[in-house]
């Protein structure tokens, strides 16, 4: 399997499965005491939405469809992410987070990369009138405390891989400068090439990262990325908020309009924000050094494979 360095496990079979499962359900229970300590409020997920996250232009996905579905007369779509929620929610509410399911149909090679599901749980967070560094900050006081309070769980030794050590602050690139050094697929390399997570910025994507006003053709958003080639832990931006910029860049996008009315509506009252989210299964694999994403979930949704159930 491509992706991480990963390890052959000691156990095997059910005793593995039951590790991981332990190791995630204390993973969960540490995101939602330091969000709680940090002053979020949790909101519930929301699973059917009139608009949702287009996921590109990305070159990180490779989205097949998203799914939609008539209720009463409506048109529903299947949440990619709550990006767009969690825009109005901030708005209304302040520093909020969700644990949200997101539904993303990628295509079946992306089973190669060990690290694409196309059902997975995010932490979602956004944070009103905030700059990119104090989401990075955030983020890297999330891991450190992270590879503290799990330092000593049990799966570590039954699953004979080292427990965490996050050192942060941690090394910021460009795209521009890792494009330059590993070419386009700079993902991998330069995952493989770190000892510790680090931050990439500026990435040409969806319209909601914001375009940095001095310098067109420049955004100010982030991806963190774990090292030992497990690529992508984390993206998050600063938010585009202009309602005319938004409706430049959704034509730009080549977006079908349509699906973004009821985001359009409320476009007029957004207000500046920043935050990110990150997959749970993408962060119990790289504690565990897992060799696929799908290994830590009891019911594996690996893009091209028949579910169990
Ligand atoms: N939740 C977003 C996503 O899935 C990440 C972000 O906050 O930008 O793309
Ligand atoms: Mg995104």
Request: proline content about 9%; some cysteine; aromatic content about 12%.
């Amino acid at each position: 399997m491509k992706g991480g360095e990963a390890r052959e496990p000691r156990i095997v079979g059910d005793e593995r499965r039951r590790a991981y499962l332990d190791l995630l359900s204390d993973v969960i229970y540490e995101t939602e005491s330091f969000f709680h300590e940090e002053g979020f409020l949790q909101l519930l997920p929301v699973m059917l939405g009139r608009s949702t996250d287009p996921l590109g232009p990305d070159p990180g996905s490779s989205v097949v469809k998203t799914v939609e579905i008539d209720y009463l007369g409506q048109r529903f779509y299947l949440m990619n992410s709550m990006i767009l929620h969690k825009q109005l929610a901030v708005r209304d509410i302040g520093k909020i987070w969700i644990l949200s399911p997101n539904v993303r149909l990628e295509r079946p090679e992306r089973a190669a990369s060990g690290k694409h599901l196309f059902e997975f749980t995010q932490a979602d967070f956004e944070i009103p009138n905030a700059a990119g560094d104090e989401v990075r900050a955030l983020v890297e006081r999330f891991f450190a405390r992270l590879g503290s309070r799990l330092r000593g769980h049990p799966a570590f030794r039954s699953l004979d891989v080292p427990p965490p050590s996050f050192s942060p602050p941690w090394a910021t690139y460009t795209t521009h400068e890792l494009e330059a050094r590993y070419g386009p697929s700079w993902e991998e390399p330069a995952s493989r090439a770190e000892r510790q997570p680090f931050w990439v910025t500026c990435h040409r994507r969806e319209f909601y990262d914001r375009e940095d006003p001095e310098r067109p053709g420049h955004y100010r958003n982030y991806d963190l990325v774990y090292p030992a080639g497990f690529g992508e832990a984390l993206s998050g931006a600063e938010r585009e908020w202009d309602p005319a910029r938004i409706r430049t860049r959704i034509g730009r996008d080549g977006i079908p309009p349509a699906a973004y009315e009821a985001y359009l509506e409320q476009a007029d009252h957004l207000v500046p924000s920043a935050g990110a989210g990150f997959g749970i299964e993408r962060l119990v694999r790289f504690l565990v050094r897992a060799p696929h994403v799908g290994d830590v979930q009891l019911f594996r949704r690996v893009p091209g494979e028949t579910p169990s159930l």
